[in-house]
């Protein structure tokens, strides 16, 4: 068990450019969630995966936001056309197939908008 | 409107003492789950709860569920200063799919 991993651990870029992140949550685990955190603030829901199929999204998740899991493996999370309130920890979840699962956590991507 | 309201917000203690933080919500959850994060780390999962009045403990944590599954303390015994960090507790809502909705955290420091 290697955990989630998530890549890159740190990203800073230009407003209005588009950003990906990748999440390989733990191998065995076939939900995958995306939070949003900012300083100061519990991490807030943005969209789950169970297998390649997304399930729910989040009113924070707008039109600019675009999560994908096409082999039910990994995900990407793509921002485009960032802006200043982007910036946040963008955290990754997997947990299993099952009631009350816990979730585990990768230790997130930092993204600072300059 | 925070769903689930943690308290303190903040704790500074000397190492030694017990502290308690409380997790509390007026919606029932099907579940709750207490973690640790430290800075520019992802939150680490301490315990998870399903059973009203459930409490299960982790060497000098102790942690329970309410009767009613809307609410959760977390108790430590002689802190020392490796629990520093943030803690946050979060609930699957009953019905509400499979998403947590996290607490507000507690800041903990525990000084020499």
């Known amino acids: 068990d290697t955990g989630v991993s998530q890549d890159p651990r740190h990203k800073i870029t230009k407003r209005g450019q588009n950003v990906t992140f990748r999440c390989d949550p733990i191998s065995e685990h076939n939900r995958l969630y995306w939070y949003r955190q900012t300083l100061g603030q519990g991490p807030e829901f943005l969209t789950y995966?169970?297998?390649?199929?997304?399930?729910?999204k989040s009113r924070l998740l707008s039109d600019r936001f675009s999560a994908e899991r096409p082999k039910g493996s990994f995900s990407t999370l793509e921002i485009q056309r960032t802006e200043q309130g982007d910036s946040a920890m963008y955290l990754c979840a997997s947990s299993l197939d099952y009631r009350n699962q816990p979730q585990h956590f990768g230790d997130g991507t930092r993204l600072s908008i300059l | 409107t925070q769903l689930l309201e943690q308290s303190p917000q903040f704790l500074s203690i000397q190492e030694g003492e017990n502290l308690t933080v409380y997790c509390n919500s007026s919606s029932v959850f099907s579940s709750l789950q207490w973690y640790r994060q430290e800075p520019g780390e992802g939150p680490v999962l301490l315990v998870t709860v399903v059973t009203g009045g459930e409490v299960k403990k982790l060497k000098r944590l102790t942690f329970q569920f309410g009767d009613a599954r809307k609410d959760s303390s977390l108790h430590i015994t002689a802190a020392q200063p490796g629990d520093t960090g943030l803690y946050l507790c979060?609930?699957?809502?009953?019905?509400?799919?499979?998403?947590?909705?996290f607490g507000t955290g507690t800041q903990l420091k525990v000084e020499l």
């Open positions: 995966f169970q297998n390649e199929a997304q399930l729910e």
């Open positions: 979060a609930g699957g809502l009953t019905g509400g799919g499979n998403k947590l909705t």
